[in-house]
């Protein structure tokens, strides 16, 4: 249930029983406060003496005038106060009542009254209160104990304004808690999606966003290992552009770069999601494909030679296959040598070749 949802007795939790024993504690009995109430027309007489003298005090405190503010919530306050002092002679200290102090305290903690100027406030009310009641009593019997249950139902009170002060720290603590957990559960996912990045770019080539040779030596290690394990060929295709130095020398490095973008896309864009597509440098390219024999592979190669023909009619690439598993394999040193030979002779082909 939401805190909206309940009353404020709910939120502290506190019932007929507690109210019975926090007087008890006190020592508020009810002939005490039935005292109180036979004096009440005392109050009622001089209500506006006694919030008139308590409010030129209290404005009379800078840092309670800044907290009033103006003219109309000083009215909307004289009008509360009166109600506050009346209560006091009430003679009725229920659930209402206590609700209704409850509820001061919320606001005061709300409009950032601090509990000394609180404490301070209480003290100068009783002080006028007394005063009125002692010039009305004179002598009486009566009034040194109507003082003392006045007391001790003001400091009742206070008990009550305070638990709210209280618990609305708390709910200000355990906002700021959970809003620091947020937070602190933001960062922890940006810094491990950062990492993701890093760590992604730094097993990427920037130019051509396939896996650098370090990565691809990783991934190669890995695949060989399944490849035995589970009893599987695995297939090298290796790509050299033709006369890449002459491309760079007759059209210019950025010409040459987008000569080698191009392949990466278009081999990015035939391969499965299983093939790790790799630039091993310069002008050299390595497609791993698990699973995959030679002549499936070189069909995977002509669809990427058919499509670079298509961006670069006037350039040309020579393939390299070498396949090994899944009787005998080879390492991997020893299967990126095969098809770096086989692409060589790829080349002497004169441009458009694969060879297995």
Excluded: W
């Excluded at 409010?55 to 309670?64: G, L, N, S």
């Excluded at 709910?171 to 922890?188: F, N, P, Q």
């Excluded at 630039?279 to 070189?298: H, M």
């Amino acid at each position: 249930m939401k805190r909206t949802e309940k009353t404020l007795l709910e939120q502290l939790q506190i019932s007929d029983a507690d109210i019975t024993r926090r007087m008890d504690l006190l020592s508020l009995e009810q002939q005490n406060l039935d005292l109180l109430n036979k004096y009440r027309p005392i109050i009622e007489v001089n209500i506006d003496q006694i919030v008139d003298e308590f409010y030129e005090r209290q404005t009379a405190v800078d840092e309670i005038s800044v907290l009033i503010g103006d003219a109309d919530t000083l009215a909307r306050l004289r009008t509360a106060q009166r109600k506050y002092v009346l209560d006091l002679f009430s003679g009725i200290y229920d659930v209402e009542y206590v609700n209704n102090r409850l509820r001061i305290g919320l606001v005061h903690k709300r409009i950032g009254v601090e509990p000394k100027l609180y404490l301070s406030a209480v003290q100068t009310l009783k002080e006028i209160i007394v005063r009125t009641l002692g010039k009305a009593l004179n002598d009486s019997a009566d009034y040194a104990e109507v003082v003392q249950t006045l007391d001790r139902l003001l400091c009742f009170d206070v008990t009550l304004v305070f638990d709210t002060y209280i618990e609305s720290m708390i709910g200000e603590i355990e906002i700021a808690k959970d809003r620091t957990e947020m937070y602190a559960r933001s960062l922890e996912l940006k810094v491990a999606e950062r990492t993701r990045q890093l760590e992604m770019l730094s097993k990427k080539d920037p130019l051509t966003n396939l896996y650098n040779r370090r990565a691809m030596q990783e991934l190669f290690h890995r695949e060989l290992t399944l490849a035995r394990r589970h009893k599987s060929k695995i297939t090298m295709a290796y790509f050299d552009v033709d006369d890449f130095k002459g491309i760079n020398d007759k059209y210019g490095h950025i010409r040459g770069d987008e000569v080698l973008s191009d392949l990466a896309r278009v081999i990015l864009d035939n391969v499965r999601e299983t093939d790790i597509p790799c630039r091993y440098g310069g002008d050299e390219f390595c497609l791993i494909l698990p699973e995959c024999d030679a002549v499936s592979a070189k069909i995977t190669c002509e669809k990427i030679l058919g499509e670079f023909v298509v961006k670069h009619s006037t350039f040309s690439l020579s393939i390299g296959i070498g396949e090994t598993g899944p009787e005998h394999y080879l390492d991997e040193n020893e299967l990126i040598t095969l098809a770096d030979e086989n692409m060589y002779r790829a080349k002497k082909k004169k441009g458009l070749s694969i060879c297995l």
